[in-house]
């Protein structure tokens, strides 16, 4: 199976266009305020409206209102949503809309049993702990917590890069990588070389699992 490759933290049209012809699956828009990648509804929809076609939107949220959501969702075209907060399973599936769970990992996680809470989303998202942040923060945690096998599919994120990414798909063998950090110039700019770096990577990866 392919490694599927997300790209979270886009704020300018032209990196998620460059990252798409790139061959990205997916680009990650945030919708949090705190984060320094965070873009409004004008800005989400001008990137989304440069997308080429058969690129997955995925509009990452923290802890947000229902009616923030729901406002986003009406004035942006979203394929899939990310629950990056302490979002229930019933608040996570309100919108008619994919969406993945992302789970901050440390000792005492027992992603079998997030798998069973959260049945109904797309694919659990595992990144790593910190305590101030609720992502982003290019901190990579211990690939041993994951479990072989689990009922939903696997998006590994947190402190990945082009270094990493080929070990991270031999090692873990995840649906799915979410780099953000790891391709920027600086936060929120992505770079396009290190993008293409990292994709290389990935399918290198694959090609050597195959």
Known sequence: MRTRVKICGFTQAEDAVCAAQLGVDAIGLVFYPPSPRNVDIDQAA????????????VALFVDERESRIREVLEQVPIDCLQFHGDEPAEACGLYGKRYMKAIRMQDG?????????????????????HPGAKGGTGSRFNWDLIPEHCALPIVLAGGLDMS????????VRPYALDVSSGVESEKGIKDALKMAAFIREVNEGDRIII
């Open 109 to 129: 996680i027992d992603v079998w049993d997030l798998a069973l809470q959260y049945h109904d989303a797309a694919g659990l998202l595992l990144d790593a702990y």
């Open 164 to 171: 990493n990414a080929r070990q991270a798909v031999q090692t």
């Open 46 to 57: 001008e990137i989304v409206k440069a997308l080429p076609a058969f690129v997955t939107v």
